[in-house]
């Protein structure tokens, strides 16, 4: 996939002073009494603001907030980012009523080369996730060029993440190339061998996933309560352990599918199990196939297991991650994600592994691991990750494409 970077728009753009760049971002923060609780995605957004403004651009931000629904709700106003996002860039963010209109129009011509301004949650307005094209072209009459900084929101075909991009020249900002390139690097046009780790609690939630990744893997690891339904579907007794028993036969076809396209599986061979899931309780260590009371619930990746994906690792050359091994968020539950959470990211700081991980879980897990920062690439893009990884076309990149 080819796609437009702000380095073409220095390049055919020229002198970008004065312009306006109409910027995609996800601006979509945890907040609690009007106040940002979180400012990790106004952090991903800095590159791109920070490049248009050292090119002298005026930088107009698009972004939604929670579901209006197409209406006015004061309480799902962007303004409250306002200040955080001013003490992030160090620099004055004004704020417009609207996202279009006169007066929006107005208030960027007010500013100065390099200011940015915030505009109205676009969500505001019913004709964003209709994306109907007389609200993109009212968006598009605002700005000279637009650049989509917002992977996360590149799943849905709406008029500030999919039309806007057909009616002005259209790139992909600092944290959109990033993610593109780490993606191509892991599936797209990844170095092989290439291995798969899918974990999280149902088959039924990552069918369309499963089924992509066993015609581009390698290898794939499935844990967490998904592994269960598999080890069900192959006769073994998984006691009281969550499992989707219906999905059996649907566990089988992939089975039968990865076997038949070269993907070898990687299911758990020794198992953690509990009575109850609480914090420190007592557990033991199981084969898959033992015997198991009605009471037993099966939370996690035996040792046997990890040391088999650990040497898997170890023979690969890029490693895609969705979802964690087990219970992650009870320990000692976390056992086996961590163990091979800390060995991805030791082969990947090391250069001999490409490490991408995605999704929400996988990005708690990661987290809890300690091991973010030592990953080639962990994506936040939750819903736009895991489409991408479904081989699902993405409305808002294609739009990008050269």
């Known amino acids: ?30 907040m609690e009494g009007g106040k940002v609780t979180d400012d ?41 980012v306002v200040d955080d996002l001013e003490a992030l860039i160090g620099a004055p963010v004004r704020f417009a009523d609207d996202c279009v209109g006169e007066e929006t129009k107005s208030a960027i011509a007010d500013l100065d080369a390099g200011g940015v301004i915030l505009l109205e949650n676009v969500r505001f307005h019913a004709g964003e996730e209709a994306n109907d094209p007389a609200f993109a072209q009212q968006l598009a009459d605002l700005g000279d060029l637009y650049v989509n900084d917002a992977f996360s929101a590149a799943h849905r075909a709406h008029a500030s993440t999919e ?11 600092e944290s959109m190339r990033r993610e593109l390139d780490a993606l191509d690097a892991a599936l797209g046009n990844p170095t092989k ?8 609690a149902k088959v039924s939630t990552k069918l369309d996933l499963l089924k992509n990744l066993v015609g581009q893997l390698d290898k794939l690891a499935i844990g967490g309560g998904m592994a269960n339904t598999f080890l ?83 023979e690969s050359k890029t490693l895609i991650w969705n979802g964690p091994l087990g219970v992650f968020e009870v320990p000692p539950f ?24 995605g999704g929400g879980d996988t990005v708690s897990a990661l987290n809890h691991a300690g091991v973010s920062d030592d990953m080639t690439f962990v994506s936040t893009a939750g819903g736009a990750f895991l489409e991408w990884m479904e081989g699902k076309p993405l409305p808002g990149v294609l739009a990008l494409n050269v």
């Open 1 to 30: 996939m080819t796609f437009r970077t702000l380095d073409d728009a220095m390049k055919s753009g020229g002198d970008l002073a004065g312009k306006t760049a109409l910027v995609r971002v996800d601006f979509n923060v945890p």
């Open 40 to 80: 990790t995605r106004l952090r991903v957004a800095l590159p791109t603001i920070q490049r248009l403004r050292d090119a002298g651009a005026k930088v107009a931000l698009l972004a939604h907030f929670d579901r209006p629904k197409g209406k006015v709700v004061p309480s799902m106003s962007l303004q409250p």
């Open 163 to 173: 039309g806007l991009a057909h009616l002005l020249p259209a790139y992909a900002g």
């Open 334 to 357: 976390d056992t086996a994600t961590v163990a091979v959470a800390h060995h991805a990211a030791a082969l990947a700081k090391a250069g001999v592994l490409v490490a991408v991980g």
């Open 193 to 200: 061998p290439v291995i798969g780790i899918v974990g999280g």
């Open 232 to 314: 069900y579907a192959q006769g073994f007794d998984i006691g009281g352990s969550l499992a989707e028993k219906d999905m059996e036969a649907t566990a089988r076809e992939i089975m039968q599918e990865a076997a038949d396209r070269g993907c070898e599986l990687l299911l758990p061979v020794d198992l953690v199990v509990a009575t109850e899931v609480k914090p420190g309780v007592d557990h033991r260590i199981v084969k898959a196939g033992d015997s198991l009371s009605p009471e037993d619930k099966i939370l996690d990746a035996g040792p046997a297991s990890v040391a088999r994906l650990v040497t898997a690792l170890t």
